[in-house]
């Protein structure tokens, strides 16, 4: 058995776990499904597919992550999403996002549309 001091835990996966349900109900609001990739030790990644025809930009979508991240982190509403997120365009149509929530702590979102 392990001793105590050589076992590693972080709080990450936990929190990122507990933040998801939040987001997916914002995607599918906002017409995306939500999907996570990765193993959520250091980031959340996440990837927001357009799901229905009548869907949100994706500039709201992030817009609605950072309120709903905002009640851990920001404590307010009056923060420059652009500035904070660095949207950068891959391909034709994955818009990549880096949401900070705090420290090292964020969200890295690819929407597809």
């Known amino acids: 058995m392990k001793d105590k001091s050589e076992v590693k835990s972080s709080p990450k ?3 990122y776990a507990c933040a998801l349900e939040g987001l ?3 995607a599918m609001d906002c017409g ?3 999907a996570i990739h990765g193993t959520c030790a250091s980031d959340l990644d996440l990837i927001a597919v357009r799901w229905k025809e009548n869907y949100e930009s ?3 979508l992030v817009t609605q992550f950072f309120k709903e991240l905002s009640h ?5 509403d009056e923060v420059d999403i652009i500035a904070h997120s660095q949207p950068e365009t891959r391909f034709d149509t994955h818009i990549h996002y880096t949401i900070p929530i705090i420290g090292d702590w964020y969200v890295d979102l690819c929407v597809i549309v």
Do not use: D, V
């Open 13 to 15: 996966p936990m929190f």
């Open 24 to 26: 997916r109900k914002i």
């Open 32 to 34: 995306y499904a939500l």
């Open 58 to 60: 994706p500039t709201y």
């Open 72 to 76: 851990f982190s920001f404590g307010s």
